[in-house]
Each structure stands twice: as C-alpha cells, then as structure tokens.
C-alpha cells in the first residue's frame, strides 16, 4: 500500500487537541498525553525494526515477506511453471516454494502486513505521514484512541484488501492505516467546524496518486481511509454521557465486523 506526499498540518486539530478537561482529558474522553508524538514513535520503530529484518535477510527475496505480506489465498511458487493451488507439503514435492495466504491459515497477515515494507521509499513517505499526522490525532485523541485508529485502521484496509484484490495477490504497507489518519483529520475538521479545503486539497493529491501509479493497492488505501473516517465518527460524537462505553462499543463493533468479513472472505476461497 504506497503513499503519497505528506507535510500536512491541521490548525483546527491541533487547537482542538488543546482543549481538556479538569480530569487531564483530551476533548474527546481520552487521557492527555505528555508526549504526544511517543505512539507514533514506538509505531515508527517497529516499522523500521521489521523492514532492517527484511534487508538483513535478502530483501525483496527474505521469506519473512512471504509470511508477512497480506494475501488472501496461499499458492505453491514452481520455478519457470508458475504458481499452484496445493498444500504446503504438496509444494516440497514439486520442488517449489510455498507462499502462505490467510485463506491457508496465515491468519496474521492482515495486521502484520501493515507492519512491512520492503522499498526504502515505501517505508520513507509512509513513516514520514506518520510522523506528521501521528502527533496531531494523539493529540486530539489521547493515546489509547490514537492506536485504536491506527490498528482498525489498519485492518479496514486489510479486510478489502481481501474481498477486492486478486486472491494471489501480496499487499504490503502502511498506507492503509495511514489514509486511516487523513480520514480521522477530516473528520476532526468537520466536527471543530474548522477549514477543511486544504485537507480535501491533500487528500486529493494522495488520492490521484492511488490512482494513477502503477502497483499501488487502491483497495487498502480506500478501505483505511473509510476505516478511519468511521472509527474517529465513533470517538468524536459519541454521547457525553458514558463516552468512553460507547466508544468502546463502537470500536468493538466496527472491529467484530471486520474480522468477520475477513472470515467469510476466508469461507468463500475455501469453499
């Protein structure tokens, strides 16, 4: 899932991420961070520390990205014969290398994928979207929420990933998780009433980027961005009164879904 430019920053969030409550609580119920960059940094490193494993162990060849990556059906690689539907043991015998999917039982690639990279551009622009939008949206959100959105974000992205791309298909990135963000900043926008023009203006270039570069997983983009754009509604207008249980409904209920649909996705390639 490559990403676009990044250097955005939103005056109407980070004014909004200001305010608190007497209980050192951010606007929205969660706890006020000391350091609201520090979620984003630990995110950051392990992005950082997984893509190092992968150059350390052949790069683009490491098994660790045929482990990693999200693909939704697993196939057996025969050198100079191409790939065949066949278990793992099946593969050894026909002397070729078996790619794991979820559909086979590589059940964490959905997450670990948004953890993976294998281009040093590709971890570059994503790490640095993160490091300018993290700290705006943690601020705004408090930590706990913050991550929140980042992994279901995450997982949006995987789930149509899933349902829209080739079977066989690998997909690896962060950006699904990171158009999870710009969602979650427009509709931080929206809900201070704040300008929104200039991120509709970025979300656009990012978006025409999705579209037009070859090799790009328009499906994780738009299935992170829809992602985000739903969990932060859930954070930012849930009801005063018991906020935080509604939003831990709400976010169960948004995770509940995706992971369900990953399963009757699972349901149908096996079936």
């Known amino acids: 899932m490559r990403d676009a430019a990044v250097g955005f920053q939103c005056p109407t969030c980070v004014a909004e991420g200001a305010k608190s409550t007497r209980s050192g609580r951010t606007a929205y119920g969660g706890l006020r961070p000391g350091n609201a960059g520090s979620t984003s940094m630990v995110i950051i490193a392990i992005n950082v520390a997984v893509w190092l494993a992968i150059v350390a162990t052949r790069g683009a060849s490491s098994r660790l990205v045929d482990y990693l ?17 066949v278990p793992a043991s099946a593969c050894d015998r026909l002397h070729g290398t078996f790619l794991p999917g979820v559909a086979d039982g590589a059940w964490w690639q959905p997450m670990t994928s948004a953890f993976t990279h294998v281009e040093l551009l590709h971890i570059g622009f994503n790490m640095l979207a993160l490091w300018v939008l993290g700290p705006q949206l943690e601020l705004v959100l408090g930590r706990a929420r913050f991550l929140a959105l980042y992994l279901i974000s995450a997982l949006a992205g995987s789930a149509l990933v899933m349902w829209a791309s080739p079977e066989y298909q690998a997909t690896l990135g962060a950006s699904g998780a990171i158009f999870g963000l710009m969602a979650a900043l427009l509709v931080v926008a929206v809900k201070a009433r704040g300008n929104v023009v200039p991120i509709l203006i970025w979300i656009a270039i990012n978006a025409a980027f999705t579209i037009t570069v070859p090799g790009v997983s328009w499906q994780g983009h738009l299935g992170g961005f829809v992602g985000g754009a739903l969990i932060v509604a859930v954070l930012v207008y849930a009801p005063r009164n018991r906020r935080t249980l509604w ?21 149908v390639l096996t079936a």
């Open 69 to 85: 990556v999200l693909r939704p059906n697993g196939l057996c690689a025969v050198p100079g014969q191409g790939g065949y539907e």
């Open 247 to 267: 939003q831990a409904l709400g976010l169960g209920a948004l995770t509940v879904a995706l992971v369900a649909s990953v399963l009757v996705r699972v349901a």
